[in-house]
């Protein structure tokens, strides 16, 4: 079968999934609505107030409008199959689907780690910061992330697509994915499995190993503050990007890095990475930050959704 041909028949979720479609459908497309207007708020909460116009919001913004395109990718495809629908894909939404789901979820991948020094900077050398994290500097580093992440998706994308597909087409999973893929193909993948696990391993280990880094300097620093109050409103500022990331590296570690794949496990944890945890990552920054929740009570009372005086 020439590889423009190829259809990919998908078996959305696990194979006992038979009979949930409907209550599936109406928890995943909650959670995709709750995903999209969190991070909407969170944008025009940051748009909109000028005390927000700082480096650390800056990438914050720009997490978000990753937030609101990363789950894109899959679940209107996921929800489309769900509600009954055709459940194939061509080959050419296959290519577009595994480029922008790696491209999205390289560019996360720096993007906590430019965070990471961002906060390393603000605490271990305040009086220095807006001189180091300069608008330039912050215009050069948000292109960064994302130019390094097509780097990284084209490189995957190009090894993933060079081989020829010649079926079986049926997979037990939701969206086009390097391990999936490789599945379907009518020749050898050991040495593509190897540089694609060497590719998707190294790139996040390197990033965490600098946010590690970023943050023993980080700790390192706050534990010389001699105020416990001092000591608790830095804590605080980082709490929030720690939990974040480690919501997002754990789904990384299951799926791409263990050495037995599981399809249904996998299905689940991306299910929770593609979804929930772009979902809480507003809560998590939110509601742990006086600044933006302000800002927010004044976005919903500009929509008409608070009362002016509560």
């Given at each position: 079968?020439?590889?423009?041909?190829?259809?990919?028949?998908?078996?959305?979720?696990?194979?006992?999934?038979?009979?949930l479609e409907t209550m599936l459908f109406v928890l995943f497309l909650s959670f995709y609505i709750f995903t999209l207007l969190g991070n909407l708020l969170i944008l025009l909460a940051i748009v909109s107030s000028t005390r927000l116009h700082t480096p650390m919001y800056f990438f914050l913004c720009k997490l978000s409008v990753f937030d609101i395109f990363f789950p894109s990718v899959?679940?209107?495809?996921?929800?489309?199959?769900?509600?009954?629908?055709?459940?194939?894909?061509?080959?050419?939404?296959?290519?577009?689907?595994?480029?922008?789901?790696?491209?999205?979820?390289?560019?996360?991948?720096?993007?906590?780690?430019?965070?990471?020094?961002?906060?390393?900077?603000?605490?271990?050398?305040?009086?220095?910061?807006?001189?180091?994290?300069?608008?330039?500097?912050?215009?050069?580093?948000?292109?960064?992330?994302?130019?390094?992440?097509?780097?990284?998706?084209?490189?995957?994308?190009?090894?993933?697509?060079?081989?020829?597909?010649?079926?079986?087409?049926?997979?037990?999973?939701?969206?086009?994915?390097?391990?999936?893929?490789?599945?379907?193909?009518?020749?050898?993948?050991?040495?593509?499995?190897?540089?694609?696990?060497?590719?998707?391993?190294?790139?996040?280990?390197?990033?965490?190993?600098?946010?590690?880094?970023?943050?023993?300097?980080?700790?390192?620093?706050?534990?010389?503050?001699?105020?416990?109050?001092?000591?608790?409103?830095?804590?605080?500022?980082?709490?929030?990007?720690?939990?974040?990331?480690?919501?997002?590296?754990?789904?990384?570690?299951?799926?791409?890095?263990?050495?037995?794949?599981?399809?249904?496990?996998?299905?689940?944890?991306?299910?929770?990475?593609?979804?929930?945890?772009?979902?809480?990552?507003?809560?998590?920054?939110?509601?742990?930050?006086?600044?933006?929740?302000?800002?927010?009570?004044?976005?919903?009372?500009?929509?008409?959704?608070?009362?002016?005086?509560?």
């Amino acid at each position: 079968v020439p590889q423009r041909s190829i259809w990919v028949q998908y078996l959305p979720l696990a194979s006992d999934s038979k009979g949930l479609e409907t209550m599936l459908f109406v928890l995943f497309l909650s959670f995709y609505i709750f995903t999209l207007l969190g991070n909407l708020l969170i944008l025009l909460a940051i748009v909109s107030s000028t005390r927000l116009h700082t480096p650390m919001y800056f990438f914050l913004c720009k997490l978000s409008v990753f937030d609101i395109f990363f789950p894109s990718v899959s679940s209107p495809k996921m929800l489309f199959y769900l509600s009954g629908n055709s459940r194939t894909i061509s080959y050419a939404g296959c290519v577009s689907q595994l480029f922008f789901y790696h491209f999205l979820g390289c560019t996360e991948c720096f993007l906590y780690t430019v965070m990471a020094y961002d906060r390393f900077v603000a605490i271990c050398y305040p009086l220095r910061y807006t001189i180091i994290m300069s608008h330039r500097v912050c215009a050069i580093l948000a292109t960064g992330t994302s130019l390094f992440g097509c780097v990284q998706a084209t490189f995957l994308t190009t090894l993933t697509f060079q081989l020829p597909y010649c079926g079986p087409n049926d997979v037990d999973y939701y969206f086009c994915d390097i391990p999936v893929m490789l599945k379907l193909a009518c020749a050898d993948t050991s040495s593509l499995e190897m540089v694609g696990f060497i590719s998707v391993g190294l790139m996040p280990l390197s990033c965490f190993l600098l946010i590690l880094t970023s943050y023993s300097r980080i700790v390192f620093s706050i534990l010389k503050i001699r105020s416990a109050e001092g000591r608790r409103r830095a804590f605080s500022t980082c709490s929030a990007h720690l939990t974040a990331i480690l919501l997002f590296y754990m789904p990384v570690v299951l799926i791409y890095l263990r050495p037995t794949p599981s399809p249904s496990l996998d299905a689940t944890v991306q299910v929770l990475n593609n979804l929930v945890t772009p979902m809480l990552n507003p809560l998590i920054y939110s509601l742990r930050n006086k600044e933006v929740k302000s800002s927010l009570k004044q976005v919903l009372h500009q929509l008409g959704f608070l009362p002016e005086k509560l």
